[in-house]
């Protein structure tokens, strides 16, 4: 039937108050249970105390076996009801009233004000006793499920994952005590040990670090994969300190969260907590004090790392006796033997063996262009590095610098002094034999090498037989290019002179070496740092790198530790990003080598 329960409800202000709801239900139940249609409670009134039904053309009050209401004020248990008729249970009221069109029945609820708190409790189970299931049935069931579900059953899936044996489909796999997803990285970890038994995901095994029964995850588990990670104190120098021993990588790197804290602990406290007071952790080790990164807190300047040439390489910088034969990988053994030295921001001086003024090229009357940082600088996808500067990729692109010396010679290669005396030489001997081949070529050169114009090279009559005129000229060029008054490679090239007869190992062009990362064991995202409060472009990069002002490539062109402070802070400051240890720093330190890749000298 389509019943109208009317609710009535008087304020405070003596106003009585209705509010109508619906019911299609095939009998009003009435009662202190939460499902009865009309909940009333009190001390009497039992949990389905009476129910309203049709019966033929009328309705009638039914109480359960032992139960009476009042209708009209005489106790009943069983009483058809008549528009008008008044019931009362345990002092609430209600009232049978015309039903509305559109329902079968109608009545009227006034609830009592007398309701005792403890009625509330009543009227809900709170306690074992009030179901059919006894304390002691119910501890006896608890207890044999909780040692199923957390002993046996992963008990039984874990001896049948350790004999590859196909997990039964009636078991639990692991995922059902999972205590959360593993990052991205290791869920290929465990996909690698799945059980080829079964092929969904949920065979996946947890065996791949979780090797022992009841064990935590193990450093050699950690190590099976990250072989390459070093400790963040070596062996030898954690002995020295009075930090103990190191601690399990499980206790800084947490999984099973999603990869939501990136597997890493990023509290300052970590990281201070030991850094703040050398001589309680470190001992005899030197270790900076450091206590936060607000101009406050301890912390010392910036140190960049610089790679240096080693004090005992030969005098005249050769990779050979003979620089012609030198390969690339008598290059290559040369530039690994530099050194790297850390030295304080303000005091560096860095020995790249390059000639190069940044003040020069971003000035635009001197190049006759406009040029940017970002004209050489091309990020790297990781948003902190820069592509190294090399000369076929970024000084020859857009035709900036060739390296020509005569209109209709072609192009010296570049990293190859003997190739280029070479090629020198070939293009005399062609010249004095009237080769009709040699015409200037057209060339559309933006800037030139410093102090080189597009000329013919050697001018100057010359009296010797056409071969000897040749090898003579070749070598005026040769000294041009690379002699200490000249003005070709030895423009940006460091050339020492060996005072040798021999014109092909006179002038050793010395390796170059360019610093890929100042802070090899940090992080910095030129990335984020792109747009700074009202400055972008140009303008953002110049305010921390001062090249417009820096004559020699010596210059080190990073800022010190105050200006970071001005922009962050690892307190909440107004107007400053905060940051943490971590946001910088690297717990574990790279490779000093593997952290620079350097410059190719012969590009």
Not at 27 to 48: E, F, N, P
Not at 344 to 365: G, I, M, Y
Request: glycine fraction near 6%; aromatic fraction near 6%.
């Amino acid at each position: 039937m389509n019943a109208l329960i009317r609710s009535l409800r008087t304020g405070a202000d003596g106003v009585t108050e209705s509010q109508d709801a619906e019911a299609r239900v095939d009998s009003i139940t009435i009662g202190s249970a939460a499902d009865c249609t009309i909940q009333l409670l009190g001390r009497d009134i039992a949990a389905r105390h009476a129910s309203i039904a049709r019966t033929g053309a009328g309705f009638r009050i039914r109480c359960a076996p032992g139960r009476q209401v009042r209708v009209n004020d005489a106790a009943v248990a069983v009483q058809p009801l008549e528009i008008g008729d008044r019931i009362e249970i345990g002092g609430h009221r209600l009232r049978v009233i015309a039903a509305p069109a559109g329902f079968d029945f109608a009545l009227e609820v006034q609830l009592s004000g007398n309701v005792d708190a403890r009625d509330f409790e009543r009227a809900f189970r709170t306690d074992l006793d009030q179901t059919w299931l006894s304390r002691r049935a119910g501890a006896w069931i608890l207890g044999v499920l909780t040692l199923s579900l957390a002993l046996i059953i992963p008990l039984e899936s874990y001896f049948i994952h350790r004999h590859g044996r196909a997990t039964p489909s009636a078991l639990p796999d692991d995922s059902w005590w999972s205590a959360g997803p593993l990052i991205p990285a290791h869920q290929l970890v465990i996909a690698a040990h799945a059980n080829p038994a079964r092929h969904d995901p949920a065979s996946k095994s947890c065996n791949a670090c979780h090797e022992k029964l009841f064990i935590h995850v193990q450093d050699p588990a950690c190590k099976q994969c990250h072989k390459s990670v070093m400790d963040h104190v070596p062996v030898a120098d954690l002995a020295r300190t009075k930090l103990g021993a190191a601690p399990r990588c499980a206790q800084c790197h947490r999984d099973h969260d999603g990869g939501a804290s990136l597997l890493a602990l990023r509290a300052d406290d970590s990281c201070v907590g030991c850094h703040a007071d050398r001589h309680a952790a470190f001992g005899p080790l030197e270790v900076a004090i450091v206590s936060g990164f607000s101009r406050g807190n301890a912390h010392p300047p910036f140190s960049v790392t610089l790679f240096k040439p080693p004090a005992d390489e030969s005098p005249d910088g050769s990779v050979a006796a003979d620089q012609c034969v030198a390969s690339d990988k008598d290059l290559a053994d040369q530039l690994a033997q530099w050194l790297p030295v850390r030295e304080p921001v303000k005091q560096a001086h860095d020995e790249s063996r390059l000639k190069f003024s940044h003040k020069q090229h971003l000035d635009e009357a001197q190049m006759h262009a406009r040029l940017e940082c970002a004209s050489c600088h091309t990020p790297e996808p990781d948003g902190e590095h820069f592509v190294p500067v090399t000369m076929g990729r970024t000084c020859a692109t857009g035709g900036c610098h060739q390296l020509t010396f005569d209109a209709r010679a072609p192009e010296l290669p570049h990293g190859k002094p003997c190739e280029a005396m070479f090629v020198i030489e070939d293009f005399y001997a062609r010249l004095v034999s009237g080769d009709p081949t040699l015409r200037p070529k057209p060339r559309e050169v933006a800037l030139r090498l410093p102090d080189r114009e597009q000329t013919q090279a050697i001018t100057k009559p010359c009296e010797s037989p056409g071969f000897a005129c040749a090898h003579q000229r070749a070598e005026e060029e040769i000294t041009r290019q690379f002699g200490p008054k000249g003005s070709g490679c030895v423009s940006c090239h460091m050339v020492r002179e060996t005072q040798g007869p021999d014109i092909y190992n006179r002038y050793r062009v010395m390796p170059v070496r360019l610093t890929y990362d100042y802070f090899p064991n940090t992080h910095f995202r030129h990335q984020d740092h792109l747009v700074q409060k009202d400055l972008s472009g140009q303008d953002a990069c110049l305010s921390c790198h001062p090249a417009n002002k820096s004559e020699s490539s010596a210059d080190v062109l990073i800022p010190d530790i105050d200006k970071c402070q001005e922009c962050h802070s690892d307190r909440p400051i107004v107007d400053q990003v905060a940051v943490q240890c971590v946001s910088c720093h690297t717990y574990h330190p790279l490779p000093i080598m593997q952290a620079s890749r350097g410059a190719d000298a012969k590009q």
